[in-house]
């Protein structure tokens, strides 16, 4: 609902809007940042209402940062340091089911919007959080298995949603070497295969075949 509203306030805005405009869109900033005082539920639906609100097509300013900083926040490799039981109780929170997967999908597409340096940026943050996974090898345990595993869908849905043949060489390359990082984590080696293939031919230039 906030995100169809700033959506529409945005469309329609008249000088007397600004202020409002831009009030709320700090606020739902500051939500998805975790610089909010409100309760962890009221942050969540924050954070879903600014995905919701970036991905109508308004334009924020660095929203693919805001996103990426999101998603390596809500998987932090530190989970894995966690008890069993609590990493259970995560795992069927709204933030892993809902919206971590919604953020993964819009930082994909938020990127069409980005400059070429905030897309080497966003994949350079994506390289050094899928490394910090990579760095645990086999993950054994179903429960932690389950995140490892999540992190990699997380990155291949970024990957499928980004415009590849609009990001510069060097955003490909952290994006190849990302997905390399947590590739013992892949379930499925046809997807990851032609991910990594796609990524490579976008990456080649014209006649190197």
Same mark, same amino acid.
């Given at each position: 609902?906030?995100?169809f509203f700033?959506t529409r306030?945005?469309?329609q805005r +008249?000088?007397?809007?600004?202020d409002?405009l831009?009030r709320?869109t700090? @606020? %739902?900033?500051s939500?998805?940042?975790g610089?909010?005082?409100l /309760? /962890? #539920? ?5 954070? @879903? ?5 970036m991905?109508?097509?308004t334009?924020?300013?660095? *929203?693919?940062?805001?996103? @990426?900083?999101?998603?390596?926040s809500i998987? /932090?490799?530190?989970?894995l340091?966690?008890p069993e039981?609590?990493l259970e109780q995560q795992?069927g929170?709204a933030?892993?089911q809902?919206?971590?997967? +919604? !953020?993964?999908? +819009? ?11 905030? $897309? !080497?940026?966003?994949?350079t943050?994506?390289?050094?959080w899928?490394?910090?996974?990579g +760095?645990?090898?086999v993950v054994?345990h179903p429960t932690? $298995?389950w995140?490892?595993v #999540? !992190?990699?869908?997380a990155?291949?849905?970024? !990957? ?5 043949a609009? %990001?510069p060489?060097?955003a490909?390359?952290?994006?190849l070497? *990302?997905?390399?990082?947590v590739?013992?984590?892949?379930e499925d @080696? $046809?997807?990851y295969?032609a991910?990594?293939l #796609?990524?490579?031919e ?5 006649g190197?075949?």
């Open positions: 609902l906030a995100g700033l306030l945005q469309q +008249s000088l007397a809007d600004e409002l831009q709320l700090f @606020s %739902l900033q939500a998805l940042q610089n909010s005082a /309760p /962890p #539920s009221e942050q969540l639906l924050l954070r @879903s209402a600014l995905i919701g609100y991905e109508a097509g334009r924020l300013e660095n *929203a693919s940062a805001y996103l @990426s900083q999101a998603l390596c998987l /932090p490799s530190t989970l340091h966690k039981m609590e795992r929170s933030i892993c809902v919206l971590m997967p +919604s !953020v993964a999908s +819009s930082l994909g597409r938020c990127l069409a919007a980005a400059t070429e340096q905030q $897309q !080497v940026d966003c994949f943050q994506l390289e050094s899928a490394a910090g996974w +760095s645990f090898g054994a932690r $298995q995140f490892a #999540s !992190v990699f869908l990155l291949a849905s970024v !990957v499928r949603e980004a415009p590849l609009k %990001l060489p060097t490909l390359l952290f994006c070497r *990302a997905l390399s990082c590739d013992a984590y892949r @080696s $046809q997807e295969r991910l990594c #796609s990524v490579v976008f990456g080649c230039e014209p190197d075949g």
